[in-house]
């Protein structure tokens, strides 16, 4: 596997940022795009644009199939049973909003309560937060120890009989620990409750297997996957898509309407209201395309070696923290440097082309637990090498050097 | 532009020294600032006479080097003006970062016109203008008894 040939694929690394060569390290918050996904979009509308699910002219035939066909490939990718179990959102905040909102509704009453880490993105923990006050829930923290991590046991022990559901990060974003969701999964199925997992950071760099993970829900999050924004993925396992009741409500998600009453086809038609992302889904099929044509387990070794080349070098810096050392780690390095704001770390580097993230991450309780308002975080992707790394590393001696530290 | 156009000499000072970073003693005036983008936090404190001098200036907070320092340049510069003086001095210290205007108020002294000059490569740089500007805002928030917390998202 040539990672520069890889590259080339991308056209945004042809531009210089400030006069030098883009490093892109930015990947948790989104990754950027193959050539052959922007040119889908471009040809889905210049070719084969229409309103999916309700003409019955050519074109919208046409659309339709290939809109179906992502459906078809994310059923495939994921390793789900049927097709049905793959519905499309805007976004993994609004597949978790989804399930907070109809399981929500459904299963969660006064004192119930919902399992969450410290480690979570606030799209995991906000949604189950309206349903907090909503239906005066109670949510439960699992806590993380200092390596970053959440011990399997701090789950277990709070797991009691008003436990509804458990909601889980499969890789923090942060500290980069990879759960052990399948352990977790065990764990709820002896007491019978479902485990969504917010699979952001999970699904662009682990192999995620729905019938090896067992989660009743996994969230994704597409434009992450070098694909389009404004298309995300919730699979629910089939036993729930009867028994949940429909999300939002508009057109295209309705079997009869009357006067008096309305009915509702089954997934994944009902939980997808209105006229949805299109083009957009229609693009993401190539960034799986993409990502299967690496093939997974190579993008996981790739990664690996140069997150393992990372954290040696940048622990090369004294003035450098990381952020947890998780025994189980995927593609994340946090950091901060001693006497120096993350914001001041991220103005600096963006000088030099690199693009980190600085900032809470949208993790704020995990920040507050350690003691700091604000981290640096430099998070892979496929295109990155070890001069990516390299470039950081001199990077960050230049906030040294700039701040005397 | 050299990014050391941006950490200028003074900024640097003021970020790792800032001054009047307490609570000042009899206090009448006070305001909170926060930018919930980056979680800059500051909390600034004024003693203002009956004629509306700003006798004294401090304030308290975290953030970066850029936010710290214009905190800190802040205080230094307004500790003493009349609170039209020190009004017109923000709207000045504004322009500069919005237009990249020269600062001209006769009452500040060639070393206060320099110190706040020396932010003036924030202007460069559109996301770090927030930092810059948010405990001037603040102040003025205090000045005038607004209770609202200042947010730059708001």
Not at chain 1, 31 to 44: A, H, M
Not at chain 1, 52 to 69: D, K, M, W, Y
Not at chain 1, 356 to 383: D, F, N, P, T, V
């Amino acid at each position: 596997m040539d990672i520069n040939t890889i590259k080339t694929q991308f056209p945004i690394f042809k531009n210089k940022i400030n006069g030098k060569p883009l490093i892109y390290l930015d990947n948790a918050n989104s990754s950027q795009k193959p050539k052959s996904v922007i040119d889908r979009l471009s040809k889905f509308y210049s070719k084969e644009f229409s309103n999916i699910g309700r003409s019955v002219h050519s074109l919208a035939v046409t659309a339709t199939n290939r809109f179906e066909e992502t459906r078809d490939l994310m059923r495939e990718y994921i390793n789900a049973k049927s097709r049905e179990e793959i519905i499309f959102t805007k976004n993994a905040t609004e597949a978790i909003n989804l399930v907070a909102s109809t399981y929500g509704d459904k299963f969660i009453n006064s004192g119930d309560e919902i399992l969450i880490t410290e480690l979570e993105h606030h799209a995991n923990y906000v949604p189950w937060h309206f349903l907090r006050k909503k239906k005066g829930a109670v949510i439960k923290f699992a806590k993380s120890n200092d390596k970053g991590e959440v011990d399997i046991d701090e789950i277990k022990k709070l797991i009691t009989n008003k436990t509804k559901i458990i909601s889980i990060t499969h890789l923090s974003n942060v500290t980069g620990f990879i759960m052990p969701v399948k352990k977790i999964v065990d764990l709820a199925r002896e007491k019978k409750i479902p485990v969504l997992v917010d699979g952001c950071q999970g699904a662009p760099h682990l192999k995620i297997d729905m019938q090896e993970l067992g989660c009743d829900f996994y969230a994704i999050s597409c434009h992450k996957m070098y694909g389009p924004t404004g298309v995300g993925v919730l699979y629910a396992k089939k036993k729930w898509l009867d028994v949940l009741p429909p999300y939002q409500g508009g057109g295209g998600m309705i079997e009869e309407v009357k006067k008096d009453n309305i009915t509702f086809p089954g997934s994944p038609t009902k939980f997808e209201a209105g006229t949805l992302q299109t083009a957009e889904v229609v693009g993401f099929s190539e960034s799986i395309k993409f990502i299967n044509d690496i093939g997974i387990k190579n993008i996981m070794e790739h990664e690996k070696e140069i997150l393992e080349y990372g954290l040696e070098e940048i622990r090369k810096n004294n003035s450098v923290n990381i952020i947890g050392n998780p025994k189980n780690r995927g593609s994340i390095i946090s950091f901060t440097i001693k006497g120096i704001h993350p914001h001041d770390i991220a103005t600096i580097l963006d000088e030099d082309g690199v693009a980190i993230r600085a900032g809470h991450h949208c993790c704020q309780i995990l920040h507050e637990k350690m003691g700091i308002s604000a981290s640096a975080r430099a998070s892979l992707g496929i295109y990155n090498t070890k001069d990516d790394i390299d470039v950081l590393s001199d990077a960050i001696k230049k906030c040294n050097k700039i701040f005397n530290t | 532009m050299d990014i050391k156009e941006l950490y200028q000499e003074i900024v640097l000072d003021h970020g790792k020294n800032p001054r009047n970073k307490n609570k000042c003693k009899d206090f009448n005036k006070d305001a909170k600032g926060h930018n919930p983008l980056c979680g800059d936090k500051v909390h600034v404190y004024a003693k203002l006479d009956k004629e509306k001098k700003v006798e004294d200036i401090s304030f308290e907070g975290e953030g970066c080097a850029i936010s710290i320092a214009s905190a800190s340049i802040m205080t230094e510069v307004i500790k003493g003006k009349e609170f039209n003086v020190a009004k017109k001095i923000l709207e000045h210290f504004l322009n500069m970062l919005k237009e990249g205007s020269k600062i001209s108020i006769n009452s500040l002294s060639e070393n206060e016109n320099t110190t706040m000059m020396s932010l003036s490569g924030v202007k460069r740089f559109p996301m770090r203008v927030k930092c810059a500007t948010l405990a001037w805002h603040t102040f003025l928030h205090a000045a005038e008894d607004s209770k609202k917390t200042v947010n730059t998202e708001k």
